[in-house]
């Protein structure tokens, strides 16, 4: 996984012994010989080679110059090719500050310095330490090194590409923190060695302000807090260790010696280069420390990686979050409706999972209005592959919901059609199926003129960046409220709606259970459909995870197809491979369906409106794409 810009990191709180830094010194040689070898940067806690809790002890030249001796044996005994920040007490100049030193083969590259120093409640660090804002100086000699030392400095891997910013605990408390300066200047790894007391509900908060953080700053941020080991005189300290990426919290953990995760660096860019806004470059007074790592063969991954990137895992998170959607889908088409002044839809309903969301998004538009439901005009149109399952689910949800229901089969029209086309009834090829899907679409429209309302679209983002709708058919509507949301979450939306609506419970679980299927070919000789999507085009789990990489990150289809494989541990790997060349060749291919889609609301990161997120032209090659998918492993 190297090339694909992993960078690996640990929080590390190691056992203090508070005044004794040589005893430190070994507690921190021992976790840096335990973390994988493969590990690029460790993050030890604010003072963690004198101990944060020493108080006036660090007036004492005993300690000071004992801690400035360990740092330099730091940098002379830890491993090559680990950058490594630790935190000890500095006399630089005639002041003594609060700093992290950043080492790497045998260098101490530079040193940051505490900026904001905490004078209130129980802090009272100022009684020892100057702030940054206080150095009358840029460098400090350590032994046989010369040492930059700055509140502006960064460090560069010229191999990896991860730039290094460091900030000490309260820098990060403040209304605009170090961190976000070092961002500006390049930073996409943010550090913190800190010492962070507990407190009733402080662990919560502290989580919150750091990946709120990492994302304002499209960064990842490695929190490393000292431990229980220090004094307790006053405070405890719980060891309280995380690493964050853009939001997301990868790993955390209390009272333990090291956590470790690994951050993706072409995510981070990604972002940094989509956002603009947000990122405008400042780079004065800024010192910068190139130095270069030797790469790894491969990065062993630790971070999970989520199947169901669409779908929240915690199930009252899901219920939260699939509830929210379907609000938002129906204020959408409830707006839409209020500034036409119209009161009347229709919407085709096939019994199956996306006209369903669609009649539940009627429903809620029509409650935010007012209207009476009779405005919503239901029509189920049973065509050759209609089988009884989806019909009654249909008409006992029409009924339900108390609506305008229509029955008006297609198969007269069709048949006259293929009459008027000479095309022979018993050859089921896509003018077969086609013919079925635009003679409904043709109905609705006509009927949208009948009750002077509008056809509300019910195809949903995983069909329309797969292509499967028929242009001008099911792909048409004059507002597609299901536009923006992928596959694998109408699902969960629908059952999130039966668990709060209990008449709705029943037939609405059984739609879930009903498999995807356009109905457009006659069912088997029990009646049941014969015709499922996923069996044609394959999981939509795997597309949605395809999709999802593709186009929140913009990642190439190797990488894609390697998380798929650790993701889905059971599937097949060559189920993966059919799926993933099935994805890119309609992905491409179905471009100019999506050029001349409806209006629809957006509800997530990624929407296919032309007026949305993703914009191409219908003409581009496939073949750079489809070029990384040769030889899959």
Request: net charge negative; with cysteine.
């Amino acid at each position: 996984m190297h090339r694909f810009q992993y960078y690996k990191v640990a929080a590390a709180t190691p056992s203090v012994s508070i005044g004794d830094p040589y005893a430190n010194k070994k507690e921190i040689l021992d976790i840096v010989s335990k973390v994988p070898e493969d590990t690029q940067l460790i993050v030890f806690p604010e003072l963690c080679i004198s101990g944060y809790t020493c108080q006036d002890l660090f007036y004492e030249d005993v300690l000071l110059s004992s801690s400035k001796q360990v740092l330099y044996e730091l940098s002379q005994e830890i491993r090559d090719n680990v950058a490594v920040v630790v935190g000890l007490p500095l006399i630089i100049g005639q002041k003594l500050f609060n700093c992290a030193a950043f080492l790497f083969n045998q260098k101490i590259l530079g040193i940051y310095v505490k900026t904001y120093i905490p004078m209130y409640n129980e802090f009272y660090e100022k009684r020892w330490f100057s702030s940054s804002k206080e150095l009358d100086t840029d460098f400090i000699q350590i032994q046989d090194q010369i040492v930059p030392v700055s509140n502006k400095i960064v460090f560069k891997d010229v191999t990896t590409m991860a730039t290094i910013g460091i900030e000490i605990c309260e820098d990060l408390w403040v209304t605009i923190p170090m961190s976000s300066c070092h961002a500006l200047a390049g930073a996409n790894v943010l550090v913190n060695p800190s010492a962070s007391n507990e407190l009733i509900a402080k662990k919560k908060y502290r989580t919150d302000l750091i990946m709120n953080q990492s994302a304002r700053a499209y960064s990842g941020y490695i929190y490393s807090s000292c431990g229980s080991d220090e004094s307790s005189s006053d405070l405890v300290f719980s060891g309280h260790n995380l690493i964050c990426e853009n939001g997301t919290l990868l790993k955390e953990s209390v009272n333990e010696k090291f956590i470790v995760s690994e951050l993706d660096l072409s995510h981070l860019m990604h972002d940094r280069i989509h956002f603009k806004t947000s990122m405008e470059p400042i780079l004065d007074d800024y010192i910068v420390i190139e130095y270069q790592s030797e790469p790894f063969d491969s990065i062993s991954l630790s971070r999970k990686i989520n199947a169901h990137p669409f779908v929240p895992g915690q199930l009252n998170h899901r219920i939260s979050r699939c509830q929210e959607i379907l609000q938002i889908q129906a204020q959408g088409l409830a707006t839409r409706l209020k500034k036409i002044h119209c009161d009347q839809v229709i919407i085709g309903i096939s019994g199956g999972l996306d006209s369903t969301l669609a009649l539940l998004v009627c429903n809620e538009a029509f409650k935010i209005n007012g209207f009476d439901n009779k405005g919503i005009h239901a029509i189920t149109m049973p065509g050759f592959g209609t089988t009884k399952r989806t019909k009654n689910n249909a008409q006992l949800l029409m009924d339900l919901l108390h609506v305008s229901s229509e029955e008006i089969s297609i198969v007269p029209g069709v048949l006259q059609h293929f009459k008027d086309i000479e095309h022979d009834e018993s050859i089921h090829n896509i003018t077969y199926e086609n013919a079925q899907a635009r003679q409904r679409t043709y109905i609705l429209m006509d009927l949208a003129n009948k009750y002077n309302g509008i056809v509300v679209g019910t195809g949903d983002l995983s069909e329309l960046a797969l292509g499967w709708c028929t242009y001008n058919g099911d792909h048409m509507s004059m507002y597609a409220v299901n536009a923006s949301v992928p596959k694998t979450l109408v699902r969960y939306i629908v059952e999130s709606y039966a668990l709060k609506e209990e008449q709705l419970h029943d037939v609405l679980f059984d739609i879930c259970d009903t498999p995807v299927s356009p109905e457009l070919l006659p069912p088997d000789s029990q009646g049941k459909i014969q015709q499922k999507t996923e069996e044609v085009l394959g999981s939509y789990d795997l597309h949605d995870f395809f999709l999802y990489h593709m186009l929140r990150f913009h990642e190439e289809p190797k990488k894609i197809y390697e998380l798929s494989v650790l993701a889905f541990p059971n599937v097949n790997k060559k189920t993966i491979q059919k799926a993933i060349h099935t994805f890119y060749h309609r992905f491409f291919t179905q471009q100019f369906k999506r050029n001349c889609m409806p209006d629809g609301v957006k509800v997530g990161s990624i929407c296919f409106s032309p007026r949305g997120d993703w914009r191409m032209p219908s003409d581009a090659s496939s073949a750079l794409w489809k070029k990384q998918l040769e030889n899959l492993e």
